[in-house]
């Protein structure tokens, strides 16, 4: 029975080799069985501030849209209103001021 083909394993998964060759190329860091495949030792969590990948700054920004569009909302209706409004009051005080009215 020949030994070829057979699969090869490393951390990156398994391959199809179908010649002496090819097993020769990937000699190394590939295995016979996954069960000889070294575990990758864990790499400390890199943390880099890229605005583009950070999760957290996509929800500040749709959340600081939201806010945006509702201080928007009432500032207009404070207009409406003729009521005098300082554009540096918040949300919660714009509503304080047209609860009051």
């Not at 090819?22 to 069985?33: K, M, N």
């Not at 600081?64 to 569009?69: D, K, L, R, Y």
Request: with cysteine; net charge negative; aromatic share 6%.
């Amino acid at each position: 029975m020949s030994e070829y083909p057979k699969y090869l394993y490393s951390a990156e998964g398994a391959r199809l080799v179908l010649n002496k060759e090819q097993e020769l190329a990937l000699a190394g860091t590939w295995c016979d069985s996954p069960a000889k495949v070294p575990m990758p030792k864990e790499k400390p969590l890199k943390v880099e501030a890229n605005p583009a990948e950070d999760p957290l700054e996509e929800i500040e920004s749709e959340a600081t849209a939201f806010v945006s569009v509702e201080k928007g909302e009432l500032l207009a209706e404070c207009v409406r209103h003729g009521i005098d409004v300082d554009k540096r009051w918040g949300v919660k005080k714009l509503q304080e001021v047209l609860a009051s009215k």
